[in-house]
Nanobody
Framework: QVQLVESGGGLVQPGESLRLSCVIR????????RGWFRQAPGKEPEGVSC???????SYRESVKGRFAISRDNAKNTVYLQMNSLKPEDTAVYYC???????????????????WGQGTQVTVSS
């Protein structure tokens, strides 16, 4: 069974930063991609960022220049550094394991495959 455990969320003011972490258990293949998606109440889930097995990254347009995804294969961990946070970034953030990053950050992506319990990010003054 695949288990993903997210952490690092919290309550911050606009312009501040957070770093999310996700430990992936029961799935150690470095050939699969890792991603982060988020979901706010009443909204559809949306892919935020993805990193493939070669380290190539992709980002939703609204977070480019502010967020950075990275992975540590030895620790089976994926990170999301979030800077210059905005109120519209408020959501539950989930990490996921997918075959590749194709379409992950695009609107209407149909399947995030395996994901964890999520971590709440709230940006408010």
């Amino acid at each position: 069974q695949v288990q993903l455990v997210e952490s690092g969320g919290g309550l911050v003011q606009p312009g501040e930063s957070l770093r999310l972490s996700c430990v992936i258990r029961g799935f150690n293949s470095a050939n699969f991609a890792r991603g982060w998606f988020r979901q706010a109440p009443g909204k559809e889930p949306e892919g935020v960022s993805c990193i493939n097995s070669d380290g190539l990254t992709s980002y939703r347009e609204s977070v480019k220049g502010r967020f950075a995804i990275s992975r540590d294969n030895a620790k089976n961990t994926v990170y999301l550094q979030m800077n210059s946070l905005k109120p519209e970034d408020t959501a539950v953030y989930y990490c996921s394991v997918v075959a590749d990053c194709s379409g992950y950050v695009l609107e209407g992506y149909p399947n995030y495959d395996h994901w964890g319990q999520g971590t709440q990010v709230t940006v408010s003054s």
